[in-house]
């Protein structure tokens, strides 16, 4: 069987194909939630250095990872718009940037929370916080640029403008522990290394990232879906798509 | 298990607030986005 991707390239084809994932998303988004809340909090041991505080780990670092990873993400999709000029490709990255700059802002807000007790202060002006910080000015800046320019397919190109330059602030974030000296701890899990944690602990952490990746995928396609009917509301497709409603 | 009583898990070995702080505003979050969503798309949808 093969099926024709392309297809579902237009937004006829993929606001009813979003709709139909997106519950699929969010049952596993819970499932992995109440496993990893399980392992997270009855399963992994106190931490030898941190006890329990060291618990917060379990969404400070799934956000963090999101936040970095949507940034990606949204930048692709707003690239591949401006480059070949595809609607549903803005539409995309346009609907990735609300939730990425949500979890940034948790990532930066758990990380205050951890700091406190861990090195005494809420904030520092160190190179991970910062750039953390300038990830959450980029999709904000994103967002509002986007928000105040009318015409929606300029308003997709001089966003991906934003998106595609601030792509370099990933790799200064997830590289900022070894470049700079920092109160930041350094990465506990590489792709070079064996994990510096406990088992129990990395896979806690692990399942909550997923959760929150499969969370991210259903509030993205939900949103997409909104931006969707928003654009194409003189279209056709979406005339008919209301008469057929009750 | 790691802990004794209830009290012992809420406490978090003295860590409670900072823990459950942000495990709340982090439910918080997510509970209002999927709130905002589903009003946009409800409005969207009537007429």
């Known amino acids: 069987m093969s099926i024709n991707w392309f297809k579902y390239s237009s937004p006829p084809s993929f606001y009813p194909l979003a709709g139909k994932l997106t519950p699929f998303f969010f049952v596993a988004a819970a499932l992995f939630t109440v ?7 009855f399963v992994a041991p106190t931490d030898f250095q941190q006890g329990e505080a060291y618990r917060l780990i379990f969404i400070h670092v799934p956000a963090a990872w999101m936040s ?3 940034y990606v993400v949204m930048a692709f999709w707003a690239g591949v718009g401006l480059a070949f000029n595809t609607r549903l490709s803005s539409m995309m990255a346009s609907a990735l940037a609300p939730t990425g700059a949500l979890m940034t802002f948790i990532a930066l807000l758990t990380g205050s929370l951890w700091g406190k007790p861990m090195w005494g202060t809420w904030w520092v002006w160190d190179a991970r916080l910062t750039s953390e910080l300038i990830l959450l000015f980029l999709y904000l800046g ?3 640029l986007q928000a105040a320019i009318d015409d929606p397919r300029r308003a997709d190109k001089a966003g991906a403008v934003i998106a595609l330059v601030g792509v370099v602030n990933v790799p ?3 590289f900022s522990v070894k470049w700079w000296n920092t109160l930041h701890q350094g990465a506990s899990v590489s792709l070079t290394r064996s994990p510096s944690m406990a088992a129990t602990m990395l896979t806690g952490m692990l399942i909550m990232a997923l959760a929150f990746w499969m969370y991210s995928f259903a509030v993205t396609l939900m949103r997409v879906r909104c931006i969707i009917l928003e654009r194409e509301r003189n279209t056709d497709w979406v005339k008919q798509l209301m008469e057929q409603r009750p | 298990m790691t802990w004794g009583s209830v009290s012992a898990f809420l406490a978090m070995g003295g860590y409670g607030g900072y823990v459950w702080g942000s495990y709340g505003v982090t439910t918080l979050c997510i509970v209002l986005e999927i709130a905002a969503l589903i009003v946009r798309q409800r409005k969207l949808l009537r007429k």
């Open chain 1, 35 to 41: 496993t990893g809340f399980y392992i997270s909090f």
């Open chain 1, 68 to 70: 970095m990873f949507l």
């Open chain 1, 142 to 144: 994103f967002m509002s």
């Open chain 1, 172 to 174: 200064i974030i997830y």
